[in-house]
């Protein structure tokens, strides 16, 4: 009893002190944020703030092209995500249910650009991006962080549809369906967890890189979001409450998606691992 009691406490007490390392510096981030600023400056360290105000958020969202870069990490970051999809569906699908001469090299290939570094080939997209005429754009930005997602995507989409039985499509295909209509009605329904997770994967993904939007967008219009937050210090000096504001107002969407597609998310990515 005694060793069964202990066995399960500590996996238990382990679990509390990740969630707590891991947690803390986000609720500080949070709390500081809200925080009036002699609280933020204060000796003794305020934990629960004890007034609330936004003046920090107004003044991060006043900043100059606050508004153009959200709109820009948007749409780069949406794009690439649906893009990497519509691909990797097709993808996963002839990687799961056909037969072909080099399969196994393919998904081999995906694995090591899975694993390869994006932040070395930073200057060979820049080449490339130059050579094209295409510094200071957003498709460039869109292009490759659609590349950098893509292997994820393929590699769990393909569990999932090697997880769906042949005979479902087969007897839709049997019923008056092509095996286009079949994929669309029978096997597109049931890989919505693995949607979820890569699609979740890939929005982090892209939402928070930096090295190459660094390297090939010099015009402030034309950046995004975690550009302008490593610029937002040095901008509003020792403003720690505005800077904070800024980090939350970052974070924010990805919180929010995260909430939202957790269950389904975590679900998928155990799936996807696991089958095919």
């Keep these: 009893m005694k060793r069964s009691l202990t066995a399960r406490l500590w996996p238990n007490a382990m679990a509390v002190v990740l969630f707590v390392v891991f947690a803390f510096p986000v609720y500080w981030m949070f709390a500081t944020a809200f925080k009036p600023t002699g609280d933020i400056i204060a000796d003794t360290p305020v934990f629960l703030p004890t007034d609330i105000t936004l003046d920090h958020f107004k003044r991060a969202v006043d900043a100059d092209h606050f508004w153009t870069l959200v709109a820009n990490s948007l749409t780069v970051t949406v794009l690439s995500v649906v893009f990497a999809l519509v691909i990797a569906l097709l993808a996963s699908f002839a990687l799961a249910r056909m037969r ?66 042949k005979e479902l499509e087969e007897s839709a295909m049997v019923d008056g369906c092509t095996r286009t209509q079949a994929f669309v009605k029978v096997i597109f329904p049931l890989l ?85």
Excluded at 114 to 136: G, H, T
Excluded at 150 to 163: I, K, M
Excluded at 209 to 223: A, G, M, S
Excluded at 227 to 256: E, K, N, R, V, Y
């Design 192 to 276: 919505a967890p693995g949607l979820m997770a890569t699609s979740l994967f890939g929005f982090v993904t892209a939402w928070n890189e930096f090295p190459l939007v660094l390297i090939l967008n010099k015009d402030i219009e034309k950046q995004t979001l975690p550009l302008w937050l490593s610029s937002f210090q040095t901008t509003f000096g020792d403003d720690w409450g505005a800077t904070m504001a800024a980090a939350t107002l970052f974070a924010l969407p990805i919180l929010i998606l995260f909430v939202f597609l957790q269950r389904k998310a975590v679900s998928g990515l155990t799936s996807g691992a696991v089958k095919g």
């Design 100 to 165: 072909f001469k080099g399969r196994r090299g393919f998904v081999l290939t995906f694995m090591i650009a899975q694993m390869a570094p994006w932040e070395v080939m930073v200057i060979a997209i820049y080449l490339i991006v130059r050579d094209s005429d295409m510094l200071n754009s957003l498709v460039p930005l869109t292009v490759f962080y659609m590349i950098m997602v893509l292997p994820f995507t393929v590699l769990t989409l393909r569990g999932y549809v090697a997880a769906v039985p």
